[in-house]
C-alpha cells in the first residue's frame, strides 16, 4: 500500500503570508484570487496605479467565504528605492513571507531597427532587473518563512515567449522574448542559490490569456478565433488555468519541484509548424 500522509493538504495555503507584483489585474488578480480562496491567511498586492490597487483590494476581500485578507500597496517594482519601501511596509504587516509571486512585466512591439533605448530599458528594468531585486531584497522574509519540510515559495511569472522565436517584422518583441528568457533563466538560478536556504524558486510561462497586456497583440495575430485555431487545445488561457498552476507550484505538494519552468499554453510553443491543425 502506498502511504500518502501529505495528500489531503496538497493545495492548501491555510495561514500562508503571499506578496503578489501587478497583483491588481489580469494574471496577478487571479493569482492573488486562488491564494485567498486556498486559504491564505494574508495576500498583499502591489501595482504602480494606487486607484487600480484599491479597486482590486475590494473585490478581493469582498469573495465569498474567504478566512484572509487582501493588502494593497501601490509602488514600482521596477525601481530598487521603491521595492525597498514595499519590503519595509510588508515588514510592518507581517514577520515573514511564504509566497513571492513577481508578476509585474512590460512589453514592446515594433520594427527591430526603430526600438527605442527608453522602450528596452523600461522591458528589462521591470522583466529581470526588478524581479532580481525583489527577490534579492525579500530574502530575509522568505528566510524567515521557510523550513526544511516547508519551504518558502518564489514564483516568477515569465512567458513561452521566452523559449521561442514569437514575432518578428513590424509585430517583434525580441526585446521582450530577451527578457522573459532572462526571468526564466532566474529562476533555475535562484533554485539553486536559495534551495540550501529552504525557498523554492520556479517560473510560470503562460502564452495567450486575453488581458491588458496580451489583447493589442491579440488582434495583430489575427484575434483570437485564429490562435484558437492553431492551439492544440484550441482555445486561449482562462483565469481557471492560472489558479490551478500556480496553486500547485505554492501548494505543500510541490515542496521538491524546484527549478522548473510550467508552460501553460495548451501545447502552442510546440505546433509551431501549424500540426495543431493537421488531419490526422
Known amino acids: 500500500m502506498s502511504d500518502l500522509p501529505g495528500f489531503p493538504n496538497y493545495f492548501n495555503l491555510t495561514g500562508k503570508v503571499a506578496l503578489v507584483t501587478g497583483g491588481s489585474r489580469g494574471i496577478g488578480l487571479h493569482i492573488a484570487t486562488t491564494f485567498l480562496r486556498a486559504g491564505a491567511k494574508t495576500v498583499i498586492i502591489t501595482a504602480r496605479k494606487a486607484p487600480g490597487v484599491e479597486q482590486a483590494v475590494a473585490q478581493l476581500n469582498a469573495l465569498p467565504g474567504i478566512q484572509g485578507k487582501a493588502i494593497g500597496i501601490p509602488g514600482s517594482a521596477a525601481e530598487t528605492d521603491e521595492i525597498q519601501a514595499l519590503v519595509d511596509k ?20 515594433g520594427p527591430f531597427e526603430t526600438s527605442p533605448d527608453w522602450a528596452s530599458k523600461k522591458v528589462v528594468d521591470l522583466n529581470v532587473r526588478g524581479v532580481f531585486n525583489l527577490v534579492r531584497l525579500f530574502l530575509p522574509l522568505l528566510e524567515a518563512a521557510g523550513s526544511h519540510s516547508s519551504p518558502a515559495r518564489v514564483v516568477i511569472v515569465s512567458s513561452v515567449a521566452g523559449s521561442v522565436v514569437s514575432h518578428g517584422g513590424d509585430n517583434g518583441t525580441i526585446m521582450y522574448s530577451i527578457s522573459k528568457a532572462a526571468a526564466t533563466h532566474l529562476a533555475r538560478n535562484l533554485a539553486v542559490e536559495l534551495g540550501p536556504r529552504n525557498i523554492t524558486a520556479n517560473s510560470l510561462s503562460p502564452g495567450f490569456f486575453p488581458s491588458k497586456l496580451a489583447n493589442g497583440l491579440i488582434e495583430i495575430l489575427g484575434g483570437e478565433k485564429e490562435l484558437k485555431k492553431a492551439n492544440p487545445r484550441q482555445r486561449l488561457g482562462v483565469p481557471d488555468d492560472i489558479g490551478a498552476a500556480i496553486l500547485f507550484l505554492v501548494g505543500p505538494g510541490a515542496n521538491y519541484v524546484n527549478g522548473v519552468d510550467l508552460k501553460l499554453d495548451g501545447g502552442a510553443n510546440l505546433a509551431r509548424g501549424g500540426m495543431a491543425q493537421a488531419k490526422l
Open 90 to 109: 510588508v515588514k510592518g504587516i507581517e514577520p515573514k513571507l511564504d509566497i513571492l509571486v513577481a508578476n509585474a512585466g512590460a512589453t514592446w512591439g
